[in-house]
């Protein structure tokens, strides 16, 4: 079993940053892609970025791309989402994700989920 918790966020002014943090509780999981998704209020889970075991290969939505970082530290079995730049459109829920073979961005490549963090952002 993979437990993932995400922290990091918080209240922020536009054009500000946040860096979330998901740690993974088992060693394994430096074996798995992982993903952030984000979900607002009304709205579906969507992908934000994703990031491959060995931290090689990255990939980010459009809508976020040149604004947020994807990393990881294996070491420490955490994933990290810099986001810089930020609009009131990015304000959701935002979760990590992990258990792909490989990048993905659809929610159903990924076995576990973390509880998300509310990532806010005023104008």
């Known amino acids: 079993q993979v437990h993932l918790v995400e922290s990091g966020g918080g209240l922020v002014q536009a054009g500000g940053s946040l860096r979330l943090s998901c740690a993974a509780s088992?060693?394994?999981?430096?074996?798995?892609?992982v993903g952030w998704f984000r979900q607002a209020p009304g709205k579906e889970r969507e992908f934000v970025a994703a990031?491959?075991?060995?931290?090689?290969?990255?990939d980010y939505s459009d809508s976020v791309k040149g604004r947020f970082t994807i990393s990881r530290d294996n070491a420490n079995n955490t994933v990290y989402l810099q986001m810089n730049s930020l609009k009131p459109e990015d304000t959701a829920v935002y979760y990590c994700?992990?258990?792909?073979?490989?990048?993905?961005?659809?929610?159903?490549?990924?076995?576990?989920w973390g509880q998300g963090t509310q990532v806010t952002v005023s104008s």
């Open positions: 994700a992990a258990g792909a073979f490989k990048i993905a961005t659809t929610t159903g490549e990924y076995d576990y």
């Open positions: 088992i060693r394994s999981f430096s074996s798995y892609a």
């Open positions: 990031i491959s075991w060995s931290g090689g290969n990255t």
